[in-house]
T-cell receptor, first 115, second 115 residues
Framework: AQTVTQSQPEMSVQEAETVTLSCTYD???????LFWYKQPPSRQMILVIR??????QNATENRFSVNFQKAAKSFSLKISDSQLGDAAMYFCALGVETSGSRLTFGEGTQLTVNP | DAGVIQSPRHEVTEMGQEVTLRCKPISGHNSLFWYRQTMMRGLELLIYFNNNVPIDDSGMPEDRFSAKMPNASFSTLKIQPSEPRDSAVYFC?????????????FGPGTRLTVL
């Protein structure tokens, strides 16, 4: 079975500053993917970034980057130059190839961006 | 691209009534997922289809829930009879491939309230 844990229910950051959201996971599989999804108040789930477990290089998407520590089973999301539009619930998710396309989600972290 | 379309966006019904949620995946996508989001349980996968065939329905809570995908462009999630504990936001998502590497695109969700 797969588990995903987000230990920070809430985080806040000042506009233009950097914030890191934490995520740990557990799986016995070697072939898996990790994702961060954003859910703004509109409740639309939006894919922010994706990391393949077999890649050592950390994924980046503009102001969003991850710190993937495979041995520690840690997958944190760093948001640089935070903007008001980044305010949302962020979910970490794990997908294991042997489980088909199913994703296991963490509990979520509510990010507030202060002007 | 219209994205994943769900209807209705909001549904309020009384306990015991039948509820049908609808989803139109992105054209060309061959995998479709139904998720449920609640405060208590977070995001849970209920069922997913690949090429219109149900692959994993282990997340369906009980026999009151059923899902169908009669063709590649339409799916339904039915609850009969509905109960107050079914109140949640139900998401539909689709992806181009049945492999976990495929990015899942979510619809806007249906907020269901059962009185």
């Amino acid at each position: 079975a797969q588990t995903v844990t987000q230990s920070q229910p809430e985080m806040s950051v000042q506009e233009a500053e950097t914030v890191t959201l934490s995520c740990t996971y557990d799986t016995s599989e070697s072939d898996y993917y990790l994702f961060w999804y954003k859910q703004p108040p509109s409740r639309q789930m939006i894919l922010v970034i994706r990391q393949e477990a077999y890649k050592q290089q950390n994924a980046t998407e503009n102001r969003f980057s991850v710190n993937f520590q495979k041995a520690a089973k840690s997958f944190s999301l760093k948001i640089s130059d935070s903007q008001l539009g980044d305010a949302a619930m962020y979910f970490c998710a794990l997908g294991v190839e042997t489980s088909g396309s199913r994703l296991t989600f963490g509990e979520g972290t509510q990010l507030t961006v202060n002007p | 691209d219209a994205g994943v379309i769900q209807s209705p966006r909001h549904e309020v019904t009384e306990m015991g009534q039948e509820v049908t949620l609808r989803c139109k995946p992105i054209s060309g996508h061959n995998s479709l997922f139904w998720y449920r989001q609640t405060m208590m349980r977070g995001l849970e996968l209920l069922i997913y289809f690949n090429n219109n065939v149900p692959i994993d329905d282990s997340g369906m809570p009980e026999d009151r829930f059923s899902a169908k995908m009669p063709n590649a462009s339409f799916s339904t999630l039915k609850i009969q009879p509905s109960e107050p504990r079914d109140s949640a936001v139900y998401f539909c998502a689709s992806t181009l491939t049945d492999r976990i590497s495929g990015k899942q695109f979510f619809g806007p969700g249906t907020r269901l309230t059962v009185l």
